[in-house]
């Protein structure tokens, strides 16, 4: 015996499956594999658009650190340059001023005595990478934003 929904409950009648536009009654409602593929196309290309933008942006933000940490090495060296304490190396030896710079030094006499400049703590790779943007001009350590 067949019951029709409709004659045991009108709010039951709603709950049947809807079938899709476009398919034939009966058919299971799931995706077919043109619209799967397509899917996973378009994803593919959004990915291909995103990562290299990704990669772009952690580029620059290298850069940036290594010009920031450029900066910060010059601005200590003339800073206590100001004060009385020199870094240069006096062979005008790049590698040697920045690591005299880092390594830093403690001001002797005068108004800031006892203060101590330098910049402890840089890793090899920030180093390396600031020297980039560093450069001796007589007994000074100069920066330089386009690089060397």
Known sequence: MKINCQTISPAVAPLRRLRRP????????????IELIIVVAIIAVIAAIVIPMIGDSTGAAEIA??????????????????????FADSGGDLDQTILNTITGGTVTEGIFAGEFFGLPGLEQKEIDGAKDYLEVSGTALVYNAEGL
């Not at 650190?65 to 020199?86: H, I, P, Y």
Request: aromatic share 6%; no cysteine; hydrophobic share 35%.
């Open 65 to 86: 650190k290594n010009k920031r940490n450029a900066q910060t090495l010059a601005s200590v060296f003339t800073s206590a340059d100001a004060a009385g304490v020199s």
């Open 22 to 33: 476009g398919r034939p009654a009966g058919s299971n409602d799931g995706f077919s594999l």
